[in-house]
């Protein structure tokens, strides 16, 4: 009967381990079915999260109802009807009607399930749109996971439940608190608190499932991307890594070369590639792009090394990969450079080429590659930038080993650089786009178009808020009028990546106190705030009329 729990009473270890399996499996295909739903079907485009709750959520409340009242599913008419029918046609109808209440808990969890996890969202913002393959084999690889957890609780809850006796009644109290329960996470998931008690477990710090997660993610290659800072990487989604590594591939593979270019600056227009210098120079990769904040601290280290050691045989090249459209235009890109000071070539790598052929997935990432062609040293995000400096100094020791050329000695310091050991950021990146918006909380996550928000009076941490009328696209949020956005964070500084068609002025208040305004117009990186401490504060963004386009918030 649909109102037996996973791990009933009153019913064989088959009997119920053929149930569990049932609403595992039915869980899973759900998850990959309802993904496709919304990536591939256009009938289902505009159906908001939030009905999907509302169905997903009614099941299991009817679930919870049942459970505390058995005798409510044997009184309804139509299911008296159905369960004659079933015994008829198959002799076992009791069974049919069972098996099928289990597909229906198992596929009304998928939605659920769907919106829940950072694992899922990388999967459906960044692999799918690139390889429907690859996306596809990486769903199914997450239900399969998804499920079998499902199917381990299930079967520890049966044993458990085998123990209590008479507690495992299926008319007694035991019964009867389960079926509360799942009444509650009905309502929970209806009236959306199940997102806000997610987000208050998740930033409490207590059960920090995202930096698990993404520490898996950051062990495949491909289609995966993420941006770093001193203390994580954020795809956005965050992973803990800044290490600094010989890279553990076996000496004697040559580095990849240079893929797919779709342009070249600072080389006079002229083609650059990795093998041109192979027996003559050192050469330092350095994956960027230009509205990163992680990218830009690391540059005053970059443009020194290449200032300081240049002569000595070091060629740097920049591979700008961009993260949002706007990366691709090439003026851009030569703008920024001017603007940031690089001297050494920047390949555009508008297509994801060359940052294939590395298998790489953050930005910024450094690979040094020696005088044979080899990778010898691979550094992702910020900071040690005295142990890649002194790697430098080595393999260029190594160059000239067979000449009297000294190379250059001591660490440099730019005085225009951020000391980022220092860095206690306790936000992560935010995106304002349907594309990457899981942390947007009082509007549809993940679905495109007009929106109209209204801001609460609670404001979580780490969770973002509009109010106004907004046009959500792909990559960014677009107010349609005097619009505002809330964003509680712990950080010392506020960058947001913006844009506007005409010039639009942003009314900062922080704590409630206004402190700046900040216009924008180009597609670049905006300092919103640069603060004295790395505390916890109210950030308040007003405008007043139509146009900006917010693609990002990242913290230092």
Same mark, same amino acid.
């Given at each position: 009967?649909?109102?037996?729990?996973?791990?009933?009473?009153?019913?064989?270890?088959?009997?119920?381990?053929?149930?569990?399996?049932?609403?595992?499996?039915?869980?899973?295909?759900?998850?990959?079915?309802?993904?496709?739903?919304?990536?591939?079907?256009?009938?289902?485009?505009?159906?908001?999260?939030?009905?999907?709750?509302?169905?997903? *959520?009614?099941?299991?409340?009817?679930?919870?109802?049942?459970?505390?009242?058995?005798?409510?599913?044997?009184?309804?008419?139509?299911?008296?009807?159905?369960?004659?029918?079933?015994?008829?046609?198959?002799?076992?109808?009791?069974?049919?009607?069972?098996?099928?209440?289990?597909?229906?808990?198992?596929?009304?969890?998928?939605?659920?399930?769907?919106?829940?996890?950072?694992?899922?969202?990388?999967?459906?913002?960044?692999? +799918?749109?690139?390889?429907?393959?690859?996306?596809?084999?990486?769903?199914?690889?997450?239900?399969?996971?998804?499920?079998?957890?499902?199917?381990?609780?299930?079967?520890?809850?049966?044993?458990?439940?085998?123990?209590?006796?008479?507690?495992?009644?299926?008319?007694?109290?035991? /019964?009867?608190?389960?079926?509360?329960?799942?009444?509650?996470?009905?309502?929970?998931?209806? +009236?959306?608190?199940?997102?806000?008690?997610?987000?208050?477990?998740?930033?409490? *710090?207590?059960?920090?499932?995202?930096?698990?997660?993404?520490?898996?993610?950051?062990?495949?290659?491909?289609?995966?991307?993420?941006?770093?800072?001193?203390?994580?990487?954020?795809?956005?989604?965050?992973?803990?890594?800044?290490?600094? /590594?010989?890279?553990?591939?076996?000496?004697?593979?040559?580095?990849?070369?240079?893929?797919?270019?779709?342009?070249?600056?600072?080389?006079?227009?002229?083609?650059?590639?990795?093998?041109?210098?192979?027996?003559?120079?050192?050469?330092?990769?350095?994956?960027?792009?230009?509205?990163?904040?992680?990218? =830009?601290?690391?540059?005053?280290?970059?443009?020194?090394?290449?200032?300081?050691?240049?002569?000595?045989?070091?060629?740097?090249?920049?591979?700008?990969?961009?993260?949002?459209?706007?990366?691709?235009?090439?003026?851009?890109?030569?703008?920024?450079?001017?603007?940031?000071?690089?001297?050494?070539?920047?390949?555009?790598?508008?297509?994801?080429?060359?940052?294939?052929?590395?298998?790489?997935?953050?930005?910024?990432?450094?690979?040094?590659?020696?005088?044979?062609?080899?990778?010898?040293?691979?550094?992702?995000?910020?900071?040690?930038?005295?142990?890649?400096?002194?790697?430098? =100094?080595?393999?260029? /020791?190594?160059?000239?080993?067979?000449?009297?050329?000294?190379?250059?000695?001591?660490?440099? &310091?730019?005085?225009?650089?951020?000391?980022?050991?220092?860095? /206690?950021?306790?936000?992560?990146?935010?995106?304002? *786009?349907?594309?990457?918006?899981?942390?947007?909380?009082?509007?549809?996550?993940?679905?495109?178009?007009?929106?109209?928000?209204?801001?609460?009076?609670?404001? +979580?941490?780490?969770?973002?808020?509009?109010?106004?009328?907004?046009?959500?696209?792909?990559?960014?949020?677009?107010?349609?009028?005097?619009?505002?956005?809330?964003?509680?964070?712990?950080?010392?500084?506020?960058?947001?990546?913006?844009?506007?068609?005409?010039?639009?002025?942003?009314?900062?208040?922080?704590?409630?106190?206004?402190?700046?305004?900040?216009?924008?117009?180009?597609?670049?990186?905006?300092?919103?705030?640069?603060?004295?401490?790395?505390?916890?504060?109210?950030?308040?963004?007003?405008?007043?009329? &139509?146009?900006?386009?917010?693609?990002?918030?990242?913290?230092?």
């Amino acid at each position: 009967m649909v109102g037996s729990s996973i791990a009933g009473g009153g019913e064989s270890a088959t009997t119920n381990k053929k149930k569990a399996l049932t609403i595992a499996i039915s869980l899973g295909i759900s998850i990959v079915l309802f993904t496709f739903i919304l990536k591939v079907s256009t009938a289902f485009v505009s159906i908001p999260q939030q009905t999907w709750s509302i169905i997903s *959520g009614t099941i299991i409340i009817i679930f919870g109802l049942v459970t505390v009242f058995p005798k409510i599913w044997e009184k309804i008419p139509f299911v008296s009807k159905l369960s004659i029918s079933s015994n008829k046609l198959l002799g076992a109808g009791y069974q049919k009607k069972s098996f099928w209440g289990d597909v229906i808990i198992g596929a009304s969890l998928g939605p659920v399930f769907s919106t829940c996890s950072p694992t899922y969202f990388v999967i459906l913002a960044t692999v +799918l749109p690139q390889s429907l393959l690859a996306g596809l084999v990486d769903l199914i690889a997450y239900a399969v996971g998804l499920s079998g957890m499902v199917l381990l609780v299930a079967f520890l809850g049966q044993k458990i439940v085998g123990k209590l006796g008479s507690l495992s009644d299926p008319n007694g109290i035991f /019964k009867k608190v389960l079926g509360i329960l799942f009444i509650i996470l009905g309502l929970f998931i209806i +009236l959306g608190y199940d997102k806000v008690l997610e987000t208050k477990i998740l930033t409490s *710090g207590v059960f920090d499932i995202t930096t698990v997660e993404q520490k898996l993610l950051n062990l495949t290659a491909g289609l995966k991307t993420s941006t770093c800072d001193a203390a994580t990487c954020t795809p956005e989604i965050s992973l803990t890594s800044t290490s600094t /590594k010989i890279i553990n591939r076996p000496r004697g593979i040559p580095a990849p070369e240079i893929t797919n270019p779709s342009g070249f600056i600072n080389t006079n227009g002229e083609p650059i590639t990795i093998s041109q210098f192979k027996g003559k120079k050192i050469v330092l990769i350095d994956f960027w792009t230009y509205s990163c904040i992680n990218c =830009q601290r690391s540059l005053p280290y970059v443009n020194a090394w290449y200032d300081k050691y240049k002569d000595q045989g070091l060629e740097i090249i920049g591979i700008h990969t961009p993260e949002f459209a706007f990366e691709k235009v090439k003026e851009n890109v030569e703008n920024a450079v001017r603007k940031l000071g690089i001297k050494y070539p920047v390949v555009m790598d508008s297509n994801y080429g060359t940052w294939g052929a590395f298998d790489n997935n953050s930005w910024p990432r450094k690979y040094l590659i020696d005088e044979r062609g080899q990778i010898i040293y691979d550094h992702i995000g910020e900071g040690k930038y005295d142990n890649t400096e002194l790697v430098i =100094q080595n393999a260029l /020791k190594n160059l000239h080993a067979g000449d009297q050329m000294a190379i250059a000695k001591g660490i440099v &310091a730019p005085t225009n650089a951020i000391d980022a050991t220092n860095i /206690k950021v306790g936000s992560p990146e935010i995106y304002f *786009g349907s594309a990457r918006n899981e942390y947007l909380l009082n509007g549809n996550q993940g679905i495109g178009g007009i929106q109209n928000f209204q801001i609460p009076q609670t404001i +979580l941490k780490n969770s973002l808020y509009l109010g106004g009328t907004w046009n959500i696209q792909n990559e960014y949020a677009e107010g349609q009028g005097p619009s505002t956005v809330v964003f509680n964070y712990k950080a010392k500084n506020v960058y947001m990546v913006a844009s506007a068609d005409k010039p639009i002025t942003l009314h900062i208040y922080i704590d409630n106190v206004k402190m700046k305004d900040v216009v924008v117009l180009e597609n670049t990186l905006y300092t919103l705030l640069e603060g004295a401490d790395y505390g916890e504060h109210l950030l308040r963004i007003e405008t007043d009329g &139509a146009g900006l386009k917010a693609f990002t918030f990242t913290f230092g």
